[in-house]
């Protein structure tokens, strides 16, 4: 069997034997599973709306935006994705959302250029017309000068009875709820519009790149201008800007709120239809999207985790974004690697896709060509089938290698270091501090550990063992592993940025675990068996609920050799023995056990998001301003409305020069330079802001002994003379501010000096006792 033909099923497993037909022949839905499907979308669409409204959107704004993005995003995308096809609406609308954002980017460039807004709705209908002409047109001559062929669609379900459809569509309305909480507790609660708390530093970053993509494409780096255009992967930042300028919605609501739940919902949607297209079941589905909003993580002590395994970190724009474009592009490139024919549409998203990757994030493209790298290899030794992945990977990579001064900056002060991850995390400092000199074998055990806390990917194996043989899937999710792992423990990046290459394949992950899980619920088959599964679940998560909640798992002590070793060798045993059990023959008893072990770990593996999303985490204690300041005080009644007044000021987005640079607002040498509010809330790029995450001071990391946060301003002459136009004002000084491009101040006197003289040289717009902005003359 070629690596090319679709996979034939498991020896010994004849009872799940699939006939596949085509999605015309699938069997009506009955009256009743319709009305369930109608009670969830409506039930999903008011708890979306509700938790719209709840955080700052007005019924306006929710009508503008869903508008703007059903004819920027989802029509567009419906076009690409033509062809690409799928059984189920929500499936049929993420993969229509995630395909139609590469053209809304397009419309955005376009209409940024040339200063009209309404492109930003015309322009992707348009381009979508034309490519999805031209895929018509490919596919018409390929049908006319071929034979008759069926092309290849969803494969129909082995158990299509309504009570399993009925179940995957309450299931995916409980995980769309999961998603909610998590966004509401984690995000939400903790940046509300009216800034009454303190946001988190990297909010204010990408709300202040989503302002500035409105007036430049590319964007520039609004905290620290000077450094020309940001190179960086800011397509979020884009897709923001375009749905701001589309549907009239403030920036701030879009960028914080609004724009979070379609792409939430999109990941949602794509791994419920990539994980039913590969188990063939709605329960797959199902299972994938559970999965997603709970992902698994198998933590044996809490100080023994990289914090990399769940893929609903908020607080990261670009990750978020690029999860459902990771989902669907690597289920393009799937089918491309797996089906008996390429087909046109296939081969337009995954083109699309990735096209987008390294804009959306950079460790995306490389770690799916990792898997589509092992597809290649095994083709290699087989001496067939080895031009498909060959061509997709030098696609690939030609695409990493043309974009990479665009989009990769923010890899800059990322070093080659042994251990990478392992050596990062408190644990392994605690050692450092303490005074003893890790070894390299306490640094292998510490690194094996950390490993282990992905052990319930080994269900993965499960469904290779009851649903193919000789199948390209479990090869491509190994590749895509193991450059995740690579990365993970060889590349550290000053910010530890390197876990992201892990948490961005969580969606895929959950769908492959999802698959695996079924194929453990298939094989086992008899009524008895399936009983232990779920009471091995249950006493799973049970056994962890009452071992996470003791002393000795949360105590953060410094490690021993001996526990570090004991922990190593328990992920090793444990992991030999299951596959050794479930690769066992299915009819078999070590298979059975092996079964039960399995969903006995996914169960422990729930017990942290689990826990997570029924405890919902304390506020911040400080929702007063104090002066003097500190990072996390909330800002004061003038500074926030002294912000507001530059925004109206200053719609163009003209530069600003700012005294404002500390994330403790007082300016102090080598501070922790992420003030990016002032960028933020004035929605106005800053000459010389705050510079913490800038090209220069990552790539000076450590210079000195600092950290990039606490590293001075590259050009010291350029920073003294923005300093003295605020201490020391001048005729003189103020035209050298303009010659760079200022023109408006923000002064703060709570941040240094600020002199009365620089009222007569300038235009007030608003002047406080704490707080001015000034117009340059």
Known sequence: MTAHRASAPASGASRIEIERTSHDTASATPPSERLVGVATGLAAGVLTV???????????????????????VVLPGAIVAHGFRVRDLPTRLAVAFTAGLGPQIFGWWVAVHTGQAWLTLAAPLAIAVVVGGFVCLVTRRRRDGAAPARAPGPRSEPDARHGVRVGSALALLFAWAMVLRSLQTHLFTITPLDHHIRWYQDMDWHLAITADAMHHAPPTDPQSAAEGALSYHWFSNAHGAALAMASGVSVDK?????????????????????????????????????????????????????????????????????????????????????????????????????????????????????????????????????????????????????????????????????????????????????????????????????????????????????????????????????????????????????????RGLAPVTAVFIAWGGYGLWVGVGSRNARAALIMALVLGWVVGTVWQDTESFQAARTPRMWWLTMLAVLVVVTCSVLVSLIRADPSSRRHTAGAIALAALLGYGLTPQITSSVHTPSPPHQTASSDPPTPTSPLSRDELAAAAALAHANPKGHLVATNVHCRSIRTTPFCDSRSFWVAAYTASPVDIGAWGYSNSARVRHMVGGRSYLAQPYYDEAAFRQNETAFRHPTATNLAELKKRGVRFLYADRRASGVSNELLPLTTPVFVSPTTMVLRLR
């Open 254 to 502: 879009v960028t914080v709120v609004a724009w979070y739940l379609p792409v939430a919902a999109a990941a949602l949607g794509v791994v419920f239809g990539f994980a039913r297209w590969l188990s063939r079941s709605s329960a797959g589905g199902a299972g994938a999207a559970i999965l997603f909003a709970l992902p698994p993580v198998v933590l044996i002590l809490r100080p023994v985790d990289t914090g990399s395994t769940s893929g609903l970190v908020w607080l990261s724009p670009s990750h978020i974004f690029s999860l459902p474009v990771c989902a669907l592009l690597a289920w393009a490139v799937l089918r491309l690697l797996r089906e008996p024919r390429v087909t046109a549409p296939v081969v337009t998203v995954a083109l699309v896709l990735a096209l987008m990757g390294p804009g959306t994030k950079v460790s995306l493209l490389p770690t799916i060509l990792g898997g589509v790298g092992l597809v290649f290899l095994r083709a290699l030794v087989r001496r067939r089938g080895w031009l498909r992945p060959l061509v997709v990977g030098v696609v690939g990579c030609l695409i990493i290698v043309i974009t990479a001064s665009a989009f990769a900056g923010g890899g800059g002060g990322s070093k080659f270091v042994a251990g990478a991850t392992a050596t990062q995390i408190k644990v392994w400092k605690d050692v450092v501090i303490s005074g003893h000199r890790p070894s390299s074998l306490m640094l292998v055990m510490l690194v094996t550990s950390l490993i282990g806390t992905y052990a319930c990917c080994l269900l993965v194996t499960a469904g290779r063992t009851h649903l193919t043989r000789g199948d390209d899937a479990l090869l491509m999710y190994a590749g895509m592993l193991i450059v995740a792992f690579l990365a993970m423990f060889l590349l550290a990046h000053p910010s530890m940025s390197q876990v992201y290459f892990m």
């Open 50 to 72: 509700a938790t719209m409204m709840h955080n700052g959107l007005t019924a306006a704004d929710v009508a503008r935006f869903s508008a703007a993005v059903l004819v920027s």
